[in-house]
């Protein structure tokens, strides 16, 4: 099976735009979560989508949103671009399944996308 | 909100020492994950631990829960050079029908061989 896959690879954005950030899931996944990556924070939980629902959320604020698509596929966008919002975004995709608990489930992660906002 | 630290957050060794990592949540956790991240790669899965006071082994690492599932480690004995990288423990925080998974802040490995 192919991995996860995230588009693109690198992306650089001023303060204020926005950017929309592509994860494409291990086939037959139905759960992807992001997460945000810094030097500093480590590995944050942005989100998670089952099913083209959100059903856990992480804290950070709502200039970060995300959905998902019928065949899986997830998109994340982030508002109003900050400084601080430049990280390593990453995306993981499991076979959680509607009554299984997300957190029992393997993280297959993809390659992520380099956001560096200048 | 719940926290999970990891100590220390970077080790250097000599190929063929040892290495522990600690993970320790603020809250109880239904169950622990290990993750290894290559410098410039992405996490991989590595186990997972869910019954209170469980060990597991592979190979050279050996896994733990606490009893009280709020702590786990990793230990790694006779180090290699593939074992360089980020290890990040990951508990699963309770509440609700579903629930997430909480990254802890990760242990730098650095092996000099």
């Known amino acids: 099976k192919a991995g996860v896959t995230q588009t693109p690879r690198y992306l650089i954005k001023t303060r204020g735009q926005q950017v929309t950030l592509s994860c494409s899931p291990i086939s037959g996944h139905r759960s992807v979560s992001w997460y945000q990556q810094t030097p500093g924070q480590g590995l944050q939980f942005l989100f998670e989508y089952f099913s083209e629902t959100q059903r856990n959320k992480g804290n950070f604020p709502g200039r970060f949103s995300g959905r998902q698509f019928s065949n899986s596929r997830s998109e994340m966008n982030v508002s109003t671009l900050e400084l601080g919002d430049s990280a390593l975004y990453l995306c993981a995709s499991s076979s959680a399944t509607g009554d299984s608990l997300s957190s029992y489930n393997e993280q297959f992660f993809g390659p992520g996308t380099r956001l560096t906002v200048l | 909100g719940q926290q999970v630290m990891q100590i220390p957050q970077y080790q250097h060794v000599q190929e063929g020492e040892d290495f522990t990592t600690y993970c320790n949540s603020s809250?109880?956790?239904?169950?622990i994950q290990w993750y290894k991240q290559r410098p410039g790669g992405h996490p991989v899965f590595l186990i997972q631990l869910v019954k209170s006071g469980e060990v597991k082994k592979q190979k050279r690492l050996t896994f733990q829960f606490g009893e009280a599932k709020k702590n786990s480690s990793l230990h790694i004995t006779a180090t290699q050079t593939t074992d360089v990288g980020t290890y990040f423990c990951a508990g699963g925080s309770y509440g609700g029908a579903t629930n997430k998974l909480i990254f802890g802040t990760g242990t730098l490995l650095a092996v000099q061989p």
């Open positions: 809250t109880t956790l239904s169950n």
